[in-house]
């Protein structure tokens, strides 16, 4: 994108809080986190890596001329392929947060 000069930090929609940071934005909102984790879930596609980009990625190419998207695409794609296509299939690098937290408990209530 910005060999194209578009700001890919302008048109990202997406937050990926790593553990530590998600476990304190849990905690600032009064959850006692147990866990915290990244769980690594390579994912394969049933085609072409471009086609999943068209599907995940759109709003990074929102109001971008279709032939502009279509060489932005193969470049990802041509610059993705050694780590992503493996046994004649692309796989993507799906990442989860698995979280074990509950509610703080309340502060005991006075009785008189």
Known sequence: LEARGLDAAERNPWFFPGPEEYSVMLEAAGLL??????ALCPTKLD??????????????????EQSVCDD?????RSAVTSE???DEA????????RVVAC??????????
């Open 47 to 64: 085609g072409d890596i471009v086609a999943w980009l068209k599907t995940f990625c759109s709003t990074w190419l929102k109001g971008v």
């Open 33 to 38: 986190v147990e866990r915290c984790e990244l």
């Open 72 to 76: 932005i695409l193969a470049g990802v």
């Open 90 to 97: 692309w796989f993507v690098d799906y990442v989860r947060l």
């Open 103 to 112: 509610s703080a408990p309340k502060a005991a209530a006075k009785t008189s």
């Open 84 to 86: 992503l296509f493996r």
